[in-house]
């Protein structure tokens, strides 16, 4: 169990903007050491500005693309490099492919970046772990998920039934691994329609998010800065979150036989052996 007398560093995926960006003010301005990762370098050093102009210390900085999983091997390979410990690793980055998108690594877009790269990094990183906080969604309800076929949404694509697929994959990652890892604090939890860069390029979303009762970024991300921060005594490891209260998910997305499947499917997509722990970097030796 993490020590939470000593300064933390807090790793935020999906940093350059929105919830992550917000996250990452309020938890560097709470005296957190906060690691932003993003796939944008321009669009990181602007987030790097905003957090040093809000807390006086400038966070570090690491790109990775998620759509490419040897970026996330190659991620996870500099984390474990620059640090002996990560406390608090919040899986936010996320996406909403508007076409069917097939990544270089054979998967639909959504899938990938939203649940089998954030998988396959926290998995990587495991033993450096204090907790995991997963950016879910109440869109989740509405997906369709099948561990036989991570590409099932790619067969008669629609943006939202993608989306909630991936949504639906992070609760169910967020069961497991609280089954499987009992030592690792692991929650997951529902932002509430924000007003943020997501899914800017579509007509259809930034009209909703016009008409819509959206919050903003920093109300969207109050929830993981409170997951990152209380107790874990007080909290539910494997618990579904909204506005700091715990959730009742859709049933499927508690069902721990399917979450047991996904795991599976999802170590076999990304490399990794699933009964055995992960494989680490090249050169790292498991308890390093």
């Not at 091997?73 to 980055?93: C, H, K, Q």
């Not at 369709?144 to 609760?171: C, E, G, V, W």
Request: net charge positive; with cysteine; charged share 20%.
């Amino acid at each position: 169990m993490e020590d939470l007398t000593e300064r933390r560093v807090v790793v935020v995926t999906g940093a350059s903007s929105g919830i992550g960006l917000a996250a990452a003010i309020d938890l560097a301005y709470r005296g957190d050491q906060v690691v932003l990762v993003g796939r944008d370098s321009a669009r990181l050093q602007s987030a790097a500005g905003q957090v040093r102009e809000a807390t006086g210390e400038r966070p570090e900085l690491f790109r990775a693309d998620f759509a490419v999983l040897d970026d996330v091997r190659s991620l996870a390979e500099r984390l474990r490099t620059a640090y002996d410990r990560i406390g608090v690793l919040a899986n936010n980055a996320g996406t909403i492919a508007l076409h069917p998108t097939t990544t270089v690594d054979g998967y639909e877009l959504s899938v990938q970046a939203n649940h089998l790269a954030p998988f396959l990094l926290t998995n990587l990183l495991r033993d450096r772990l204090g907790r995991v906080v997963v950016t879910a969604s109440a869109a989740h309800r509405s997906g369709l998920l099948s561990p036989n076929d991570l590409n099932q949404t790619l067969h008669r694509f629609r943006p939202m039934s993608a989306y909630s697929a991936s949504k639906r994959a992070n609760i169910l990652f967020t069961v497991e691994a609280a089954r499987r890892w009992p030592d690792l604090p692991t929650y997951c939890f529902h932002p509430g329609l924000v007003r943020t860069r997501f899914a800017s390029d579509s007509r259809l979303m930034t009209f909703a998010m016009r008409l819509l009762p959206a919050r903003s970024p920093a109300k969207g991300a109050e929830t993981l800065v409170w997951l990152a921060n209380q107790a874990p005594e007080r909290l539910r490891s494997g618990g579904y979150y909204q506005d700091r209260r715990l959730r009742h998910p859709h049933a499927t997305a508690t069902d721990p036989q399917l979450a047991a499947q996904l795991w599976t499917a999802s170590a076999k997509a990304v490399g990794i052996d699933s009964s055995h722990g992960p494989d680490l970097p090249s050169g790292v030796r498991d308890g390093d």
